[in-house]
Structure formats: structure tokens, C-alpha cells
């Protein structure tokens, strides 16, 4: 497997110096926000030099993973309502699993409740731009976990890590 570094000018876009990850999965780079916050250690730059990277973040005792560009975070699954105007109680794929998770780029969701058949009317599509759709599929209850927005202020940047972050430490 392999880890991406990225030199401490802190820019995603660098060329990448590829290495050999240890057994322990050590991360001697973070991704910092605008205010010196420390998203998380850099795990890799999924796409190359795209300027995103893939930064892991706890919610309790679970690890998910985050990919953020310098202005935001990528979204990942969508996130639906019984709106026209993507206004209300938010809703998820039905049909997938428990750990599935919804990030938009401002937060994090998680499935809560049971799949029940519902008619979705809009959506948030990449880019957080709500569209419209006529959707009549199991669906469930999307609850918020994460506000992203209160936690982190963008742009991001890479910096070296002050101290070695072993990503196989337990939780505290």
C-alpha cells in the first residue's frame, strides 16, 4: 500500500513523493483549516495531483473518511427530500447498509430509522445544488452528526505534523 507525502508549503497541489507505508499506518502530515484547527492526518491523495486528500475523522468511536479540496469538502452520497426546494427533514438511500454515511459539503449524516417507500421530490447533487427529481424508493431518515461547517473553516491547507499520529492508536 502506499501513503502520500506532500511538502510542508502546505499546498495540495505539489507533486507527490510516493513511499512505502509502515505497518502501523503513521501520518507525518495534517490537513489544517483557515483558523490552525487539525482536520486529520493525510491518508492520500486519491485522484493524484487534483488537490484533494482523503483526511480519516472520528464521529464517537467510529473512523470515517473525509476528502476535502482547499475550499471544502467532497460530497459523497446524496442526500434527498420531500421538497421541491431541498428544505425539511433530509433522507437517505434506503437500501444501503448502517454504515453508510452522507457528507454534503458542510455536513455529516448517517441512516437512523427503519427503510420505509417514500416519493423524493429533490435532491443535493455535487456541488450542493439542489435539484429536482421524482423519486418513489425506500428511503430512511438522514440524521445530522457532524455540522462541518461549525468545526472547520476553509481554505484548507497541508502542514508537517508537530507529533507522529498513529491512525491504529485506540479511541480515547
Not at 462541518?148 to 497541508?158: A, S, Y
Amino acid at each position: 500500500m502506499f501513503r502520500a507525502s506532500l511538502s510542508r508549503l502546505g499546498l495540495l497541489t505539489l507533486p507527490l513523493l510516493l513511499a512505502v507505508a509502515p505497518a502501523a499506518a503513521i501520518e507525518p502530515f495534517v490537513l489544517v483549516d483557515n483558523n490552525g484547527q487539525v482536520v486529520g492526518p493525510i491518508l492520500d491523495m486519491p485522484n493524484g495531483d487534483n488537490g484533494t486528500a482523503r483526511v480519516p475523522f472520528r464521529v464517537g468511536n467510529q473512523r470515517i473518511t473525509l476528502v476535502a479540496s482547499t475550499t471544502n469538502f467532497s460530497k459523497r452520497g446524496l442526500v434527498y427530500f420531500e421538497s421541491n426546494n431541498c428544505v425539511g427533514q433530509p433522507y437517505m438511500d434506503g437500501t444501503a447498509g448502517i454504515l453508510t454515511v452522507a457528507v454534503s459539503a458542510e455536513y455529516v449524516y448517517v441512516p437512523d430509522g427503519p427503510s420505509r417507500l417514500m416519493t423524493m421530490r429533490s435532491f443535493y447533487s455535487s456541488g450542493d445544488t439542489c435539484l429536482r427529481t421524482l423519486n418513489h424508493d425506500p428511503f430512511r431518515i438522514a440524521r445530522l452528526v457532524v455540522d462541518l461547517k461549525e468545526r472547520f473553516t476553509p481554505p484548507f491547507r497541508v502542514e508537517a505534523s508537530d507529533e507522529v499520529i498513529d491512525l491504529d492508536a485506540p479511541v480515547n
